[in-house]
């Protein structure tokens, strides 16, 4: 897209199979094209900027083991702080979550409640953000396909997860 445009969730539907995934992707790349990591803010401007297909970025070697080596990272992270850090990075997430279901909320009042095709959204329990179990059952979590059950499960599992762990 030479023309300056940045992608939009539609276009990014093809890896995300439906409009919220395509949404919290839209989000993640964003994030990722101003962080720290120079190879993931490469992938992410070129999926952004549609030189690069979400398809192309997540099957290419190098951006591949950038986004491994981020989340190696953040899980060794995890294992080393302590309790009190951890109830710190709980409340953090908690506010995140906040956050996250007012803009959701936001962007459901601006499409009426609608998703793109026009259908209705179906509502999950919890309200906006639907989340009634575990951070990793709810679909904005960055924990949501680790297996983890968010912040505090970093130290070890809890509970059990989706994956019956």
Request: hydrophobic residues 30%.
């Amino acid at each position: 897209m030479a023309d300056g445009r940045e992608v939009d969730q539609g276009e990014l539907l093809g890896v995300a199979k439906d409009e919220e995934r395509a949404r919290s992707l839209l989000r993640a790349l964003r994030t990722l094209s101003t962080g720290p990591d120079p190879k993931l803010r490469e992938m992410a401007n070129g999926v952004l900027r549609g030189s690069l297909s979400a398809e192309q970025a997540f099957t290419d070697p190098e951006y591949t083991a950038a986004l491994f080596s981020g989340a190696d990272k953040v899980r060794r992270a995890g294992e080393l702080r302590s309790d009190a850090e951890a109830r710190e990075a709980g409340a953090r997430f908690g506010e995140w979550q906040r956050a996250r279901e007012a803009e959701q909320e936001h962007d459901d009042q601006a499409s009426g409640g609608r998703d793109g095709d026009g259908q209705d959204r179906e509502r999950r329990p919890g309200g906006p953000g639907g989340l009634s179990g575990p951070a990793s059952a709810h679909p904005e979590s960055p924990w949501r396909h680790t297996g983890l059950n968010g912040p505090t499960g970093l130290h070890g599992m809890r509970g059990s997860n989706r994956h019956g762990g």
